[in-house]
């Protein structure tokens, strides 16, 4: 067996290979861009938005059952990017963990607490044999009552952490960069600034221009921490204000 290639150490997930890397981790990661879409989240100072793109990926298929924006609990929301069924399953848990937060403190569950508790299911599910990683990245936001608009990212590796701004799935990198260079100048990101410069990050990443049925965008607001989904109408209206401002 070489030394240098992955043969036979990325058959078992609880196996490293003799230079210390899990394949089979590292899988999960590429699994992320096999859905073919890209996701921008950006904290401002008052809100947090969240932009991913929507593929309805069969003209039978109903559109409005399609979405990556999921409610977690009546404050916090989450965008996923990656394999769907993982997706829902990682969602389906994270309500479960929610739910017996509240039931067990009487409060509701903290974001970044949320965030810890499914980093922590990720990383089981990275040593023990009769687990998979799950193929998906899920990115949680909410409004905290201490400290103000949160955005937490967790991976399949079951690393979490939490971000001014971030990106995942197929142009990551180049989203990452573009956020960088916005995020240097310390920007004064009010709410309807944060939604447009997250759009705009998406449209020049991708390099092209889209219909409000193609992209989809969840905010929570200080004004309004309950999480909420953009309808069609109110994108096209922010669409409308980025191409008069370009």
């Not at 979405?67 to 848990?93: F, K, P, W, Y």
């Not at 009487?106 to 044999?129: F, H, W």
């Not at 998906?136 to 990212?153: S, T, V, W």
């Amino acid at each position: 067996m070489s030394r240098g290639s992955s043969s036979g150490f990325d058959r078992h997930i609880t196996i490293f290979s003799p230079e210390g890397r899990l394949y089979q981790v590292e899988y999960a990661f590429k699994a992320i861009s096999q859905s073919g879409l890209t996701t921008v989240v950006i904290r401002g100072k008052d809100s947090v938005v969240a932009v991913t793109q929507k593929k309805v990926t069969d003209k039978l298929i109903d559109g409005s059952t399609v979405t990556n924006m999921h409610r977690l609990t009546e404050l916090i929301g989450c965008v996923m990017t990656g394999m769907l069924a993982d997706c829902r399953s990682q969602v389906q848990r994270a309500r479960h963990e929610a739910a017996n937060w509240k039931y067990k403190y009487g409060y509701d569950i903290p974001v970044e607490m949320l965030c810890k508790r499914m980093a922590d299911i990720s990383q089981v599910y990275t040593q023990n044999a009769e687990m998979r990683p799950l193929g998906c990245c899920m990115m949680l936001f909410a409004i905290d009552n201490e400290r103000g608009p949160q955005l937490y990212k967790c991976d399949p590796a079951g690393y979490y952490c939490g971000f001014k701004a971030s990106s995942v799935g197929v142009k990551q990198i180049e989203a990452n960069s573009y956020l960088e260079k916005k995020m240097k100048k310390k920007p004064d990101l009010t709410y309807k600034a944060t939604v447009e410069l997250a759009i705009s990050c998406l449209t020049t990443v991708l390099a092209q221009d889209f219909k409000a049925t193609e992209i989809e965008v969840a905010i929570v607001t200080a004004e309004n921490p309950t999480f909420s989904i953009l309808s069609e109408s109110k994108i096209e209206k922010h669409l409308a204000d980025i191409a008069e401002r370009d």
